[in-house]
């Protein structure tokens, strides 16, 4: 049972308290549940399992960089985290087709600046010199025009 004022005011039911000890890390958890049910290790495993889902979402915080979203139903947030996982997975097989030594990190600022370009991506990801993804200064003949054979134009 819980036996703060507060805390066994607002949950009076018996709790469990399940104590693991991960040997490769030697570090010992506890672990409550209201499930008296399932086995100790059951009970362990979830949580280790959630603990790998919220890796997951601090993953997709640090390296999809989605600043902010678009629309706000669940609908809306689940295709722009699918959008930038795509994204993130393509660039992954673009690194691994061409054996490109930067970081997928790296690879994703280049290309979000020669996004319009009509460079390849094999040129623009392996250039050494980086010249194809710095500042071209005012030489637009290399980017590509949203409107280019737009019909009525």
Known sequence: MLTG??????YPQPLRRVKYHDAPTGKTFNFLTNNFAIPAQTVADLYRYR???????????????IKSFFGTS???????????????????IIKKRLNIDADLYTMLQILSLTLFE??????????????NYRNHGNDVGIQLSLFDNFPGH
């Open 51 to 65: 603990w790998q889902v919220e890796l997951f979402f601090k993953w997709i915080k640090q390296h999809l960089r």
């Open 5 to 10: 004022s507060k805390s066994a005011r607002d």
């Open 74 to 92: 669940e609908n809306a947030v689940k295709s722009q985290i699918w959008i930038a996982i795509s994204v993130y997975v393509l660039v992954a």
């Open 118 to 131: 009509r460079t390849t991506l094999n040129q623009i990801l392996t250039d050494a010199s980086g010249a």
